[in-house]
């Protein structure tokens, strides 16, 4: 008997399902997986004082880290639309929980590299959007997902809110070693949450589902709003990685106290609870293209408000909250419209390829962000950067194909 037997047919708009006990489920596993993931930047110091590699040698390990984040969640994706999403979750907390645990014994770069760069990164790839919005789309009524990929996403966002204070602490406290167990202790709880996940639902044949996946990434790969998904959320990784790695260091060279940056991390995770909720009701009624346009256009507006204002502790707060309505609420909208162009069959591949091209960006943001510090003794440059590529984010959304939302 097959360990992971499928389940029946979830229907378009089955009502009888109980469905929010599993999207419950999958917002808690993404609370854990990303609030570890987004808090790393706040071990760039402590790890730079042991080890004396040096910000540009870590940030790369970081930054490659990103990257494989994103590459991890397409491959994860593909093994979660063939056998079930048991295989990549199980995996993932296994990886994720031995990368925090080793990462203390490590001195080099390349340990950071295989340690962070790699068993964390894939790890918490493997428990993340790409493989959790695959596994809900496909249990949820047609007419609930926009609003369930936001609260799937209000999840991670939480896991920001609740992390990077929790870590701030435990490393001013405990240390940074006993900071990473403390994380790799949390890791471990997605093991018993992703087993009601663990059974593959049967799709009711559709064309997407006969062609097959070699079939469907070709017709993807040749569609213009595919690639226009693309390059905005190429942007979103260099933005988010950025101040996820940087913004310590940001706020240490203004003069202001480790926590600081701590409580905006927080706060940027709290806010975009409301801004993936916002959005995820907003994509029910309005084209999810010009939501994404406001958003990344919003912004490079922040950004430049940022820079010209006086930098105390009110205006980091008062930046991450903004920053923060945005955050990661560019992903439902995202998977929506990849769900919309080509259906649900190949969710966990299609849109984990966008999430490559998301962290892509980051691995430039996070790794150039070290190298510009080390050349210029500031971030100004990725600041200007960080304006220019989110207007031009903005402006590449507006022509994806997608038709009106059905009203009532």
């Known amino acids: 008997m097959s360990p992971n037997p499928p389940r029946p047919a979830v229907g378009a708009d089955a009502p009888q399902v109980a469905y929010w006990p ?14 570890i993931r987004q808090s790393l930047g ?9 080890t004396g590699l040096g910000i540009a040698s870590i940030s790369l390990a970081m930054a490659i880290g ?14 979660a639309d063939r056998y079930g999403p048991a295989g990549s979750l199980f995996t993932g907390a296994i990886m994720l929980v031995l990368g925090l645990v080793l990462t203390p014994l490590v001195d080099s770069q390349f340990g950071l590299i295989l340690t962070l760069g790699f068993l964390v990164a894939a790890g918490a790839g493997a428990g993340s959007f790409s493989i959790l919005l695959g596994a809900m789309a496909q249990r949820v009524p047609a007419r609930k997902r926009a609003f369930a990929s936001g609260f799937l996403n209000a999840g991670g966002s939480f896991g920001q809110f609740l992390f990077a204070p929790l870590a701030q602490f435990m490393i001013g406290s405990l240390g940074w070693v006993t900071a990473l167990y403390g994380l790799a202790a949390c890791a471990l709880a997605t093991l018993p949450l992703s087993w009601p996940l663990r059974h593959k639902v049967e799709h009711p044949p559709s064309a997407a589902a006969d062609m097959g996946l070699k079939a469907q990434l070709r017709i993807a790969l040749r569609d213009r709003s595919y690639w226009c998904l693309h390059a905005g959320f190429f942007t ?18 203004c003069g202001l106290p480790a926590s600081v940056s701590a ?12 801004g993936s909720l916002g959005v995820g009701a907003l994509g029910q009624h309005y084209r999810m293209k010009w939501l994404l346009a ?23 707060y008062a930046f991450a909250v903004g920053l923060g309505l945005t955050w990661l609420a560019t992903v439902p909208p995202t998977a ?49 950067a960080d304006i220019v590529l989110a207007a031009v984010a903005g402006l590449v959304s507006l022509p994806i194909r997608e038709e009106a939302p059905r009203r009532g």
């Not at 990103?66 to 093994?79: E, L, M, S």
């Not at 990784?237 to 790695?245: D, E, N, S, Y």
């Not at 190949?346 to 996070?366: D, I, M, N, P």
């Open 336 to 384: 929506g419209l990849v769900g919309k162009l080509f259906g649900l069959r190949y969710l966990a591949t299609l849109f984990g390829l966008t999430l490559l091209s998301h962290q892509t960006g980051a691995f430039f943001g996070a790794w150039l962000g070290g190298l510009a510090l080390v050349a210029f003794g500031n971030y100004d440059w990725m600041w200007y």
């Open 22 to 35: 599993l999207v419950l489920i999958a917002s808690t596993v993404l609370m854990i997986t990303m609030g």
């Open 42 to 50: 706040l071990f760039l110091s402590p790890l730079n004082t042991a």
């Open 294 to 316: 406001i958003m990344y256009g919003s912004r490079a507006v922040l950004v430049g408000i940022y820079l010209v204002a006086p930098k105390t502790d009110l205006t980091f």
């Open 66 to 79: 990103q990257f494989v984040w994103g590459a991890a969640q397409p491959v994860f994706g593909a093994v």
């Open 263 to 274: 409580v905006s991390l927080g706060l940027i995770g709290l806010a975009n609870i409301a």
């Open 236 to 253: 979103c990784g260099f933005h988010i990685a950025f101040l996820v790695t940087h913004l310590p260091g940001a706020v240490d060279l």
